[in-house]
Every structure is written in structure tokens, then in C-alpha cells.
């Protein structure tokens, strides 16, 4: 009897949305806009986490820097040495880079000595950050004043792959005799450590361990980075999120303002339909049935735009606000996902907020005597 | 049977521009018969109609129906009443515009939730008697005033309701179809229905077929022929 019922009521409803396709229409276009801003958010956001975490799956389980005075400084090559001693290091190696601001195109670049790639001297591999920025390509000469005003040419032997572009737009591969000579890097020193260690499980102890051993380093763990950089996108999620609240409260007014703005020609539907012999609760049933099915396209239509928007589209709107932190935008195309989890939460933030501000307006339209047809 | 004791109807009750629609009615009204309610504008003739109808609750006095006194049934139990007892003709049809004459028949049974097939098959074959089975997938606004009328009469009785309720039917109708509307009213008594009609068309009140009429005046019984 209830579903009989039910599926009497949703075949009216999609019948009166139907009738009234003008102005359901608006409505449809609005939720599925307010739907499609706040789902790219969330999709975008998601995507970049799940990029950065599988760009970090090859990064090193530790990394040991050495502070004095609180502040970052240079490790000495004798610490390799002493983390030598702690149980359970399967690997450590010395670290150089730094961070170079090229006037020229008013950016930061990351200079690096890779530890697995030879390097010819006078030679770089650049990130396609910096050969957008430069307008570079392989075989181009990049031209680069250190800190003492002295110029180097550097020849571009190679660019990175896009693949890696979060986090590698902005990064130059140079030789180690290079670096250090551009940047009057003392011998025998790295900027920090990184280690291997055999069992994950025990990645904490030996952090703990290196503390102990070498009280003026610090041991950042992959976890923490990888932590650091969720953080870093909810937060700017977070605060575009916070950004778009205003719309959804805009849509909430416009969602009470046009359900409270019934026509007469409404009204007078709700009274005839309650004198045939229609309850309230039928009425209503009838109203929270037209508003579940705008509700749901909106959101399925809303879903599907954000979803082109960013994994077809590369999120053309979202770039300047959630991509990477340099200043130069990385470029490249997020691997699709979608995560049920997130998708019930937009359903939270969109559906329930529609439907509270629907049912008063509806219970307010539902309730009218029925008799107001005979008079 | 449906008995009016001492009912009284006021519409902004308590208020300065406090109106009595009907003031001090009582009547009983046998079932399976005619019955006009005759009476010039604002006599209190749609008002009645509506408190028997069980569309509104008096505000003094009692509605008996079979001797349950209805009167003070909450809301739900007016519309269970309503729509398993009574079938409405109103004055202007109030047909749904932009859904079928089909639909249009159909909605009143939607509550009941009954079968499909049933629900469809009965409105059918109204439609059929009322000789429109034709028009049944038309949309409502395409009809002529005495076509939409005979929807209007068949929605009426798709519950099939005991009694009939027509306010002022032959309002929009020209002599012609007032008297096929006659003919309805004479065809539904005839199975046993109760009809109660209002209305101050002479060719109504002095029809043969009329079994009681019952004149109004300023919401008050004038006197009951």
C-alpha cells in the first residue's frame, strides 16, 4: 500500500515537473551549477592527494636534517658515519639541493643533485615548469647568476617527465661538482640524509633512535610528509569550500524563496487535490518527491560537469586556487577517481540543505483548507 | 443518511470583518435522493455543501453521517471520510490543466494506492459512459464547458462515492447541456446514489427529478420544499 502509493505520487511528480518545466528548469540549472562548484572541489582536491601520494610511494622512508639555532643548516658527511651504528638502516645517502629565484621570470626553482642519475658537468635536466617559464627546450643553454654575480651556462640535456609535474615543475637536476659550485656549497657537507629502513614497522624507532644519536638533527618520515601534504590540499580545499558556503546559502534562499512563491495556479492544484481526497502528508509527499527528483538530477548532472571539468578539463577554474605551491603552475592530467565516501558528503552539503529549506514553504502551501475550491 | 444539527459556519471568526456563511442550519437529508439547495449569491448555499462535504468543520453545531457525528474528526479522518463517501463536481471543474483527461479521473484514487491496471480500467470505463472514452489521452484545457463537465463527473465517481456533490453545475452550461447534465444526475440516482446540488438555475430547482429542495437565504433556512 505505502510503495503503491508512492509510485502513484512520484508518477504525478515527474508529470507536474513536467507541466511546470520552466520553472523547474532554472532551478535545475542553479542546484546543478552550486553542485558541479563544490563537487570540482572536493574531486580535485582528492585527485591531487592521491597524485602526491603516488609520487611519494618513491621517496625515502627518512629524511634527517641537521638544525642549529632552530634553523635548517648543513649536514656534516661524518653524520652518515654515525647513523651507520643504528640497527636497522638498510641505505643512507647525502642530499644536495637548494633553491635558486630566477629574476628573469620572478620564480623559484629547485636545484637538486639526483642521486640515481648521472649528470654531465654543465648540464641540467629541467622540470616543464621551468621550460614553460624559460621558454626553453633540450639543447637550449640556460643561463644562471649565482650568488657571487658569477654566470653559468647551463646546457638543458633533458626535460622531466610530466608525469611527476606536481612536484617537479619547478626542479633543475644538476651535477654535484655544479652544485657546489654554484652555490659555494662547502665540501663535505649535504644539505640533508636520507635513509632506508628495512622493516616499515620500524621506521618510527629508528627516527627515535637517530634523535637519540644525533641530538641536533631532525627526522622528517614519509609519513609525515605525505600527512603534511593532505593537510596542505584540505586546507586549501577547506578554505575554497568555505568560499563556495555562501553560494550554497544562496541556493538555499532561492530553493525557500521558490518554494514559498507557489503560483495560484498551485495553490489551487493543492486545494483541489486535497478535496478529491488527497491527505496533507500526500501533498507533501507529493512536493519532497518533485524536489528529491530535481535534487538528484541536479546532482547527477552537477557531479558528472565537475568530474569533465576536472579529469577532462584539467580544472581550468580550480588551477590558480588548489594546484602546487610554486609559482610555477605544474601541468598536467589527474587520474580519475571517485570516492563514495566524498560523494555522500557533497550529498550532505547539497541535498539536505535544499530539502530543509523546501519543507516549510511546502507544510506552509500543503496545509491550506480544502474548501478554498468551492468558494 | 447525513443529519445538520444547529450548524453554523463563520469565516474570519473573531475578527472585525467576521462573517456567518451559515448560521443555525439543521436538516437531515435521506440518502438516495435529489436534493437541491437553492438560494441567491452568499445564501450560504456553497457553504453548506462544503461542511456535509466533510471539506470543512462547522464552527458550531453538528454533522451527523450515518449517525457519527464527523464534525470534530481531525483532518485525516475528514479526507478518509471525504474520499470514501463523497465525489465533487465544483462550480468551475478545477480540472488539472496540462495532464489527461485519463490522469484528470485517475487522481483521486491515487491515495488508495490500488492497482494500476484497476484504477486505468475503471476511469476508462466512466469515460466511456460519459462518451469520451475518445478524449480520454486529451489534455483537459482542449475540451468544450459540457465535456469538461463530464470529466469533472467522472473523477467524481472514480472512488465510487455514495453521495454526489455538484456546487452550481449548470452555471457555464447552455440549456442543452444543462439538461444532459439532468439526465447524468437522474442515470446516478438510479444506482442509488445521494446528490446534493446546489444551485439557482430554475431549470434545476423545477426539474421532475428533484426529490427535495431546500432554499437558503442569508444563511439560514428560508424553508424546505
Given at each position: 500500500?505505502?510503495?503503491?502509493?508512492?509510485?502513484?505520487?512520484?508518477?504525478?511528480?515527474?508529470?507536474?515537473?513536467?507541466?511546470?518545466?520552466?520553472?523547474?528548469?532554472?532551478?535545475?540549472?542553479?542546484?546543478?551549477?552550486?553542485?558541479?562548484?563544490?563537487?570540482?572541489?572536493?574531486?580535485?582536491?582528492?585527485a591531487l592527494?592521491g597524485e602526491a601520494r603516488q609520487l611519494l610511494a618513491g621517496t625515502p622512508e627518512v629524511v634527517i636534517q641537521r638544525m642549529v639555532?632552530?634553523r635548517h643548516d648543513l649536514v656534516p658527511e661524518q653524520y652518515l658515519e654515525r647513523i651507520g651504528?643504528?640497527?636497522?638502516v638498510r641505505k643512507k645517502a647525502g642530499r644536495l639541493w637548494g633553491y635558486y629565484y630566477d629574476p628573469t621570470v620572478a620564480a623559484n626553482y629547485t636545484l637538486m643533485v639526483p642521486p640515481e642519475r648521472h649528470i654531465a658537468e654543465g648540464s641540467v635536466v629541467v622540470g616543464e615548469g621551468i621550460a614553460r617559464a624559460r621558454g626553453a627546450s633540450v639543447g637550449d643553454v640556460l643561463a644562471l647568476r649565482s650568488s657571487v654575480g658569477e654566470v653559468f651556462p647551463f646546457r638543458i640535456d633533458a626535460i622531466l617527465s610530466a608525469e611527476s609535474e606536481l612536484v617537479s615543475a619547478d626542479l633543475m637536476l644538476v651535477s654535484e661538482v655544479d652544485f657546489r659550485r654554484f652555490f659555494h656549497f662547502p665540501a663535505g657537507h649535504y644539505t640533508d640524509l636520507v635513509l632506508e629502513v628495512?622493516?616499515?614497522?620500524?621506521?618510527?624507532?629508528?627516527?627515535?633512535?637517530?634523535?637519540?644519536?644525533?641530538?641536533?638533527s631532525r627526522p622528517i618520515l614519509r609519513?609525515e610528509i605525505l600527512?603534511t601534504y593532505?593537510?596542505l590540499?584540505?586546507?586549501?580545499?577547506?578554505?575554497?569550500?568555505?568560499?563556495?558556503?555562501?553560494?550554497?546559502?544562496?541556493?538555499?534562499?532561492?530553493?525557500?524563496?521558490?518554494?514559498?512563491?507557489?503560483?495560484?495556479?498551485?495553490?489551487?492544484?493543492?486545494?483541489?487535490?486535497?478535496?478529491?481526497?488527497?491527505?496533507?502528508?500526500?501533498?507533501?509527499?507529493?512536493?519532497?518527491?518533485?524536489?528529491?527528483?530535481?535534487?538528484?538530477?541536479?546532482?547527477?548532472?552537477?557531479?558528472?560537469?565537475?568530474?569533465?571539468?576536472?579529469?577532462?578539463?584539467s580544472?581550468?577554474?580550480?588551477t590558480p586556487?588548489l594546484k602546487g605551491w610554486a609559482v610555477l603552475y605544474p601541468q598536467f592530467t589527474l587520474a580519475?577517481?571517485?570516492?563514495?565516501?566524498?560523494?555522500?558528503?557533497?550529498?550532505?552539503?547539497?541535498?539536505?540543505?535544499?530539502?530543509?529549506?523546501?519543507?516549510?514553504?511546502?507544510?506552509?502551501?500543503?496545509?491550506?483548507?480544502?474548501?478554498?475550491?468551492?468558494? | 443518511?447525513?443529519?445538520?444539527?444547529?450548524?453554523?459556519?463563520?469565516?474570519?471568526?473573531?475578527?472585525?470583518?467576521?462573517?456567518?456563511?451559515?448560521?443555525?442550519?439543521?436538516?437531515?437529508?435521506?440518502?438516495?435522493?435529489?436534493?437541491?439547495?437553492?438560494?441567491?449569491?452568499?445564501?450560504?448555499?456553497?457553504?453548506?455543501?462544503?461542511?456535509?462535504?466533510?471539506?470543512?468543520?462547522?464552527?458550531?453545531?453538528?454533522?451527523?453521517?450515518?449517525?457519527?457525528?464527523?464534525?470534530?474528526?481531525?483532518?485525516?479522518?475528514?479526507?478518509?471520510?471525504?474520499?470514501?463517501?463523497?465525489?465533487?463536481?465544483?462550480?468551475?471543474?478545477?480540472?488539472?490543466?496540462?495532464?489527461?483527461?485519463?490522469?484528470?479521473?485517475?487522481?483521486?484514487?491515487?491515495?488508495?494506492?490500488?492497482?494500476?491496471?484497476?484504477?486505468?480500467?475503471?476511469?476508462?470505463?466512466?469515460?466511456?459512459?460519459?462518451?469520451?472514452?475518445?478524449?480520454?489521452?486529451?489534455?483537459?484545457?482542449?475540451?468544450?464547458?459540457?465535456?469538461?463537465?463530464?470529466?469533472?463527473?467522472?473523477?467524481?465517481?472514480?472512488?465510487?462515492?455514495?453521495?454526489?456533490?455538484?456546487?452550481?453545475?449548470?452555471?457555464?452550461?447552455?440549456?442543452?447541456?444543462?439538461?444532459?447534465?439532468?439526465?447524468?444526475?437522474?442515470?446516478?440516482?438510479?444506482?442509488?446514489?445521494?446528490?446534493?446540488?446546489?444551485?439557482?438555475?430554475?431549470?434545476?430547482?423545477?426539474?421532475?427529478?428533484?426529490?427535495?429542495?431546500?432554499?437558503?437565504?442569508?444563511?439560514?433556512?428560508?424553508?424546505?420544499?
Amino acid at each position: 500500500m505505502f510503495w503503491g502509493r508512492q509510485r502513484y505520487l512520484i508518477d504525478f511528480a515527474l508529470s507536474s515537473l513536467w507541466r511546470r518545466k520552466g520553472r523547474h528548469l532554472l532551478l535545475l540549472v542553479v542546484y546543478t551549477l552550486v553542485v558541479a562548484a563544490l563537487a570540482s572541489v572536493m574531486l580535485f582536491t582528492e585527485a591531487l592527494k592521491g597524485e602526491a601520494r603516488q609520487l611519494l610511494a618513491g621517496t625515502p622512508e627518512v629524511v634527517i636534517q641537521r638544525m642549529v639555532a632552530g634553523r635548517h643548516d648543513l649536514v656534516p658527511e661524518q653524520y652518515l658515519e654515525r647513523i651507520g651504528r643504528v640497527r636497522g638502516v638498510r641505505k643512507k645517502a647525502g642530499r644536495l639541493w637548494g633553491y635558486y629565484y630566477d629574476p628573469t621570470v620572478a620564480a623559484n626553482y629547485t636545484l637538486m643533485v639526483p642521486p640515481e642519475r648521472h649528470i654531465a658537468e654543465g648540464s641540467v635536466v629541467v622540470g616543464e615548469g621551468i621550460a614553460r617559464a624559460r621558454g626553453a627546450s633540450v639543447g637550449d643553454v640556460l643561463a644562471l647568476r649565482s650568488s657571487v654575480g658569477e654566470v653559468f651556462p647551463f646546457r638543458i640535456d633533458a626535460i622531466l617527465s610530466a608525469e611527476s609535474e606536481l612536484v617537479s615543475a619547478d626542479l633543475m637536476l644538476v651535477s654535484e661538482v655544479d652544485f657546489r659550485r654554484f652555490f659555494h656549497f662547502p665540501a663535505g657537507h649535504y644539505t640533508d640524509l636520507v635513509l632506508e629502513v628495512a622493516n616499515p614497522r620500524e621506521v618510527r624507532k629508528v627516527a627515535e633512535k637517530i634523535a637519540l644519536a644525533l641530538p641536533d638533527s631532525r627526522p622528517i618520515l614519509r609519513e609525515e610528509i605525505l600527512r603534511t601534504y593532505a593537510s596542505l590540499f584540505d586546507w586549501r580545499e577547506g578554505l575554497v569550500l568555505t568560499a563556495l558556503l555562501g553560494a550554497v546559502f544562496a541556493f538555499g534562499i532561492f530553493a525557500w524563496d521558490r518554494a514559498a512563491g507557489l503560483s495560484a495556479e498551485e495553490r489551487r492544484e493543492i486545494g483541489v487535490l486535497k478535496a478529491v481526497g488527497w491527505e496533507t502528508s500526500d501533498v507533501i509527499a507529493l512536493k519532497l518527491w518533485e524536489g528529491a527528483l530535481v535534487s538528484l538530477c541536479a546532482f547527477l548532472l552537477g557531479y558528472l560537469l565537475a568530474y569533465l571539468h576536472v579529469f577532462t578539463f584539467s580544472a581550468g577554474a580550480l588551477t590558480p586556487l588548489l594546484k602546487g605551491w610554486a609559482v610555477l603552475y605544474p601541468q598536467f592530467t589527474l587520474a580519475p577517481q571517485v570516492d563514495l565516501f566524498q560523494l555522500a558528503t557533497l550529498f550532505l552539503i547539497t541535498v539536505v540543505p535544499y530539502t530543509a529549506a523546501i519543507l516549510i514553504p511546502l507544510w506552509q502551501a500543503a496545509v491550506a483548507d480544502p474548501d478554498a475550491v468551492m468558494r | 443518511m447525513i443529519e445538520l444539527i444547529d450548524v453554523k459556519k463563520a469565516f474570519n471568526h473573531h475578527r472585525p470583518n467576521e462573517h456567518w456563511a451559515v448560521n443555525g442550519v439543521s436538516l437531515t437529508l435521506e440518502g438516495n435522493r435529489l436534493t437541491v439547495f437553492q438560494g441567491p449569491s452568499g445564501s450560504g448555499k456553497t457553504t453548506l455543501l462544503t461542511l456535509i462535504g466533510c471539506l470543512a468543520r462547522p464552527t458550531s453545531g453538528r454533522v451527523r453521517l450515518d449517525g457519527k457525528d464527523v464534525s470534530g474528526f481531525p483532518e485525516r479522518f475528514l479526507t478518509e471520510i471525504r474520499r470514501g463517501t463523497f465525489g465533487f463536481v465544483f462550480q468551475q471543474y478545477h480540472l488539472l490543466r496540462g495532464i489527461s483527461v485519463l490522469e484528470n479521473v485517475m487522481l483521486p484514487g491515487y491515495p488508495a494506492a490500488p492497482r494500476y491496471g484497476t484504477l486505468r480500467r475503471r476511469a476508462l470505463e466512466l469515460l466511456e459512459r460519459f462518451e469520451l472514452a475518445h478524449k480520454a489521452h486529451a489534455k483537459v484545457e482542449w475540451l468544450s464547458g459540457g465535456e469538461s463537465q463530464r470529466v469533472a463527473i467522472a473523477r467524481a465517481l472514480i472512488n465510487d462515492p455514495a453521495v454526489v456533490i455538484a456546487d452550481e453545475p449548470t452555471a457555464h452550461l447552455d440549456t442543452a447541456l444543462a439538461k444532459g447534465f439532468l439526465t447524468i444526475a437522474e442515470e446516478l440516482r438510479a444506482q442509488g446514489k445521494t446528490l446534493m446540488i446546489s444551485s439557482h438555475d430554475p431549470l434545476v430547482c423545477e426539474a421532475p427529478i428533484v426529490d427535495r429542495l431546500v432554499r437558503l437565504r442569508d444563511g439560514r433556512l428560508a424553508e424546505s420544499a
